[in-house]
């Protein structure tokens, strides 16, 4: 098995089967610390480095929360504007992070390029996970669902997906990556606009992923184990900062969740993620069905980033 210690984690097109499961593994080891709301210090002598080129709420905190559970420190910025990446200098990619590798012992970036974490990988002597780039990838939101899906489902084998939104989205990128390791079929939902690439179906058909697409949720919700839902009414995920003006828009019925649909329709054991941020595709009604997960989701998304430091900083292998 590859060690975990120094490595990036910048897609999950490099996972390995055995490898997610070494993932939930330690998570399930390191989440009492976080259930319980005590620190360790497994990490007492590592830092992490935010560097983040993008709005995040979830991501860059969990990192953070991680971090401290493990009695790691952590130092980086949350708007590049007030670095020289985002003054006159436009600093590179390379010579940022060839100085933050001397402030800390990993690094985790969120940048609006698609593939910049990826550049920074090559210049950087310490590990750098992706936190999302652009229309990329976001693999550690991916691991925290699966995680979420068994620790809810008992299993990941054998159960169905549906995935409804807008199929640009980094997440699901990753989500079908990563479902290729696993036997569970998907539906993909989503507008015209937003619909898996031909070029990305046809990777995803050559790594054997069984799945199909949909136009409606109302076609495939009723097969469905999980549930997992993006918005369509989306900022552009290439700019650094995509400021609303105006009104947003509507989600059309066909990418909405709504409490009738699923009462009426859904199997009564299914669950229901979202990796947050919503718009109007899931409304506040739903948030207190039995379906919905997405709260034990953000729990989770400490534990897994938890499991990832520990790993990829050595101190679990
Ligand atoms: N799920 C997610 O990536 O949220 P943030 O944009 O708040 O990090």
Redesign the pocket.
């Known amino acids: 098995m590859r060690s975990f210690a120094g490595r990036d984690i910048l897609s999950l097109k490099d996972f390995e089967r055995h490898e997610f499961f070494r993932v939930f593994d330690v998570a399930d080891k390191l989440r009492p610390f976080a259930y319980n709301r005590q620190n360790t210090d497994l990490l007492q002598h590592k830092t992490l480095v935010t560097a983040f080129y993008q709005?995040?709420?979830?991501?860059?905190l969990?990192h953070e929360a991680a971090m401290h559970r493990l009695g790691g420190h952590v130092t980086g910025f949350s708007d590049a504007k007030m670095t020289r990446a985002g003054d006159f200098y436009q600093e590179s990619i390379k010579d940022t992070v060839k100085m933050l590798e001397f402030y800390g012992d990993v690094i985790v970036m969120?940048h609006f390029q698609q593939g910049a974490p990826h550049e920074a990988a090559k210049w950087a002597s310490i590990p750098i996970i992706n936190?999302?780039d652009g229309w990329g990838e976001?693999p550690t939101?991916i691991l925290t669902d699966l995680y979420t899906v068994l620790q809810e489902k008992g299993r990941i084998d054998g159960l169905k997906w549906v995935a409804v939104g807008d199929m640009r989205m980094r997440?699901m990128h990753s989500l079908a990556y990563a479902l290729t390791q696993f036997d569970c079929p998907i539906t993909f939902v989503a507008p015209p606009d937003m619909s898996l690439k031909p070029e990305f179906k046809e990777e995803l058909k050559q790594y054997s992923l069984n799945f199909k697409e949909a136009e409606h949720i109302e076609q495939c919700i009723a097969d469905a184990d999980v549930i997992l839902v993006e918005p369509v009414v989306q900022p552009d995920y290439t700019k650094s900062r995509d400021e609303r003006s105006g009104d947003a828009g509507l989600t059309p019925a066909n990418y909405k969740i709504t409490r009738e649909l699923l009462s009426t329709k859904a199997k009564s054991d299914a669950i229901l993620l979202h990796?947050?941020?919503r718009m109007d595709e899931i409304p506040a009604d739903v948030d207190i069905t039995r379906w919905s997960r997405y709260w034990q989701e953000a729990f989770n998304?400490v534990v897994v980033r938890m499991s990832l430091l520990a790993l990829i900083l050595g101190a679990m292998e």
């Not at 709005?55 to 860059?60: A, F, K, L, M, N």
């Open positions: 709005p995040s709420t979830r991501t860059r969990a969120r936190g999302g976001h939101q997440t990796s947050l941020p998304g």
